[in-house]
């Protein structure tokens, strides 16, 4: 992907996760791989009314139709507020299209191959390979480790030296003002709206001069501004060169999160229904207890 296609790639990802809504937390885009880290609970598609079901479909159709159903977004409004026979069918498929990660990947790519196609006057595949994907515990360092990771591919790539220069990824852009980055990168923070501060202490995790040692401790601090001495929250994040090598558990894992979280999916009755014979790896290898605790995984097999 060159740069134009990394721009069309950000419209159709932002549109896409507007509509199977789904909050984009970060991204990366290069020229041969993409990371999308995305925020989704199915419980707020079950939920949806009419209202949210069109303004929804506004945010990825705009003012054009949907080829599949042939209606634009003042036609599906409309056909709902009549509430006759195919109104029922019509909220049934495009909520089926909501919600669900791995339909939110393949319209996404496939959205991009169309894209291209005409682009380029091109036609077939664009995609090698299938997606692969890691659950990630919320609201935890896990989350605030797999973001960093994902936004310093392209320091890792040797593309710039600071992750805030890159304008294809979710921190690049929120240095350069993005809205909807920016909110993402709130979200990371365990913040609602974005701030100077959360920006500066996300930043601090990416940047080149890190304080020595294995392990560095970002001061999470408040809105309060605490006196010299007080009590402070703190989290452990690893040092911004473990992050720049290859962490093989955010491609080849199914989750990462505390060791408990982790548990609870391979439990009996867990998501993924089986009981494991060894307990969560930590993450960043000799990264001492603390991380370890943060940073459980199971790897596939």
């Not at 380029?120 to 090698?128: C, D, I, L, Q």
């Given at each position: 992907m060159d740069e134009e296609a990394m721009q069309a790639m950000r419209h159709i990802m932002r549109s896409q996760a507007a509509f199977a809504?789904?909050?984009v937390l970060t991204y990366c885009f290069l020229a041969n791989h993409f990371h999308i880290f995305v925020r989704l609970d199915p419980k707020e598609t079950e939920g949806l009314d009419d209202a949210g079901l069109v303004a929804r479909f506004r945010a990825l159709y705009g003012g054009t139709r949907c080829a599949s159903l042939g209606i634009d977004a003042d036609d599906l409004e409309v056909i709902l507020r009549k509430n006759g026979d195919s109104a029922e069918g019509i909220r049934r498929r495009l909520k089926a299209r909501m919600g669900d990660i791995s339909v939110f990947m393949r319209e996404v790519k496939t959205r991009f191959t169309f894209w291209y196609n005409r682009k380029?006057?091109?036609?077939?595949?664009?995609?090698?390979e299938r997606f692969r994907s890691v659950i990630v515990e919320a609201d935890t360092a896990a989350q605030r480790m797999v973001a960093s990771y994902i936004d310093l591919n392209p320091v890792r790539a040797g593309l710039v030296e600071e992750a805030g220069d890159y304008a294809f990824s979710g921190f690049g852009e929120a240095c350069a003002g993005g809205l909807a980055a920016r909110r993402g990168i709130a979200r990371i923070e365990g913040k609602s709206a974005w701030a100077t501060k959360w920006h500066e202490r996300y930043r601090a995790r990416l940047c080149s001069r890190m304080a020595p040692g294995r392990l560095r401790r970002v001061d999470d601090g408040n809105a309060s501004g605490e006196a010299e001495g007080e009590d402070r929250r703190s989290s452990v994040v690893p040092e911004r060169s473990q992050l720049l090598s290859k962490i093989r558990a955010f491609s080849e894992g199914w989750v990462v999160g505390?060791?408990?979280w982790v548990d609870s999916?391979?439990?009996p009755n867990g998501w993924l229904g089986f009981r494991r014979g060894r307990k969560?790896?930590?993450v960043v290898q000799d990264g001492g207890a603390d991380l370890a605790k943060v940073a459980g995984t199971v790897k596939r097999h």
């Open positions: 809504g789904m909050e380029r006057g091109t036609v077939g595949t664009f995609w090698a505390s060791v408990a999916f391979c439990a969560a790896e930590p």
